[in-house]
């Protein structure tokens, strides 16, 4: 399985961005996905993760704010990701599995915001 995020950008506080990570490989929708983040200095991090079959799940730093879905007929998971702080400002990847997740990391998609 290979993976690709896109969609980072440069945005204000309390702006929005849509990430998304596109996926290879004949078998997507059997697997959980995680969205993983690491800032400048600091160890990369669980964000949010999506089981198989739809559930979403949060870390304290992605309740609330980030929402992460799937769209199996497209093999992409995504992740909305609202009211942005600067503390939000990182590499966002994909990775089957979380909250550890396993397998190939993607190249990442950065994320800045500005205050």
């Known amino acids: 399985v290979q993976l690709v995020e896109s969609g980072g950008g440069s945005v204000e506080s309390g702006g929005s961005l849509t990430l998304s990570c596109a996926t290879t490989?004949?078998?997507?929708?059997?697997?959980?996905f995680g969205w993983y983040r690491q800032a400048p200095g600091k160890e990369r991090e669980f964000v949010a993760g999506?089981?198989?079959?739809?559930?979403?799940n949060y870390s304290d730093s992605g309740k609330a704010r980030f929402a992460v879905s799937r769209d199996n007929a497209k093999r992409t998971i995504y992740l909305q990701l609202n009211n942005l702080q600067p503390e939000d400002a990182a590499v966002y990847y994909c990775?089957?599995?979380?909250?550890?997740?396993?397998?190939?990391w993607g190249q990442g998609t950065q994320v800045t915001v500005s205050s």
């Open positions: 999506i089981t198989s079959d739809g559930r979403a």
């Open positions: 990775r089957r599995g979380f909250p550890i997740g396993f397998g190939a």
């Open positions: 490989g004949r078998v997507f929708s059997v697997y959980d």
